[in-house]
């Protein structure tokens, strides 16, 4: 679908009620006055965890880092940094690791090697197979190089988010909700965020439209959102998630706190605009959002098993 990035299940209005979300203004405005109209600026890579060459190396690492970048949370003690820093080291080590050739012939344990892990990663058979798939389609229509796809995008990062889906279908991070088709892309995404930051702005970073892009909706900053007072959630779903529990994959639970998380943190956006007469980037408050989740460990977020997340 070209232009087509994250949909949001909420009605435009001044509060979104799901069946088990609550998202009200007063939350949001909260949150705007406690930041005194100054958003945090939190820079790409503020951690230093990340490979950066300031060539088409990088794009190659930043793809294959959001081709495997989800669902960390069943082995408590495996968080994102092993996995930025553990492909930086690779990457380090061997220039060619993640050539579209290799990419296709991965093993689990030999990704377990390239990461520095010594016990099977959550998903691994579904983290292998991404980046087969991901080697393969980079060979065939790019060249073996995500430099390339980048380039095809022409600058728009709308467009490169539709050629990631079109061409890489472990990226089609979409869900069927009341009959409704709504669209999430979070790694896709990223990829553009991740490129944007790290290039800050030029040459492979360069997008027109970087405004088009919306937050990552992961299980990280709906658990910020939530501590922060911006979502509510019912008894049922506080009960799953503050228990632990698994949250299946596609449940109208699942789907509502992703698609809310979205529709809040760009009602925050358009807040922080009207009040404040500032302008800011959805994927800047996402950064800002996430950097406070990851530095709460007790924060509890919903446990789904994806490969979108």
């Excluded at 990088?58 to 820093?85: G, S």
């Excluded at 909700?177 to 490129?195: N, P």
């Excluded at 922060?228 to 789907?255: F, H």
Aim: proline share 5%; glycine share 8%; with cysteine.
């Amino acid at each position: 679908m070209v232009g087509t990035l994250p949909t949001p299940i909420c009605p435009q209005g001044q509060t979104c009620h799901k069946q088990d979300l609550n998202l009200g203004v007063m939350g949001l405005e909260k949150v705007v006055e406690e930041l005194h109209d100054n958003v945090p600026s939190v820079t790409w890579d503020f951690e230093g965890i990340h490979y950066f060459d300031n060539g088409p190396l990088t794009v190659q690492y930043l793809f294959v880092l959001d081709t495997l970048n989800f669902c960390f949370w069943p082995d408590e003690e495996l968080h994102y940094d092993h996995l930025a820093a553990g492909l930086k080291a690779a990457l380090e080590n061997d220039s060619s690791v993640f050539d579209a050739d290799r990419l296709k012939s991965y093993s689990g344990p030999q990704l377990r090697k390239l990461l520095n892990w010594s016990r099977p990663l959550p998903l691994e058979d579904e983290r292998v197979r991404l980046l087969h798939e991901v080697g393969t389609e980079l060979e065939k229509s790019f060249g073996g190089k995500a430099a390339n796809l980048v380039t095809a995008a022409g600058n728009s990062a709308v467009c490169l988010v539709e050629l990631v889906t079109r061409h890489f279908p472990g990226f089609r991070d979409h869900s069927v909700y009341k009959g409704h088709q709504v669209f999430l892309y979070k790694r896709a995404q990223i990829f553009v965020a991740d490129l944007w930051g790290a290039f800050k702005g030029q040459g492979y970073g360069a997008f027109h439209d970087i405004g088009s892009v919306t937050i990552f909706a992961d299980y990280i900053v709906p658990a910020v959102l939530r501590q922060l007072g911006v979502l509510t959630y019912s008894p049922s779903l506080a009960t799953i998630v503050d228990g632990k529990k698994e949250l299946p994959s596609g449940t109208e639970e699942e789907v509502e706190i992703r698609a809310c998380t979205i529709y809040a943190v760009e009602k925050l956006r358009e807040l922080i605009g009207t009040k404040a007469g500032k302008e800011v980037l959805s994927i800047q408050l996402d950064l800002w959002l996430w950097s406070c989740g990851v530095k709460c460990p007790s924060l509890q977020h919903h446990r789904t098993l994806s490969i979108y997340y």
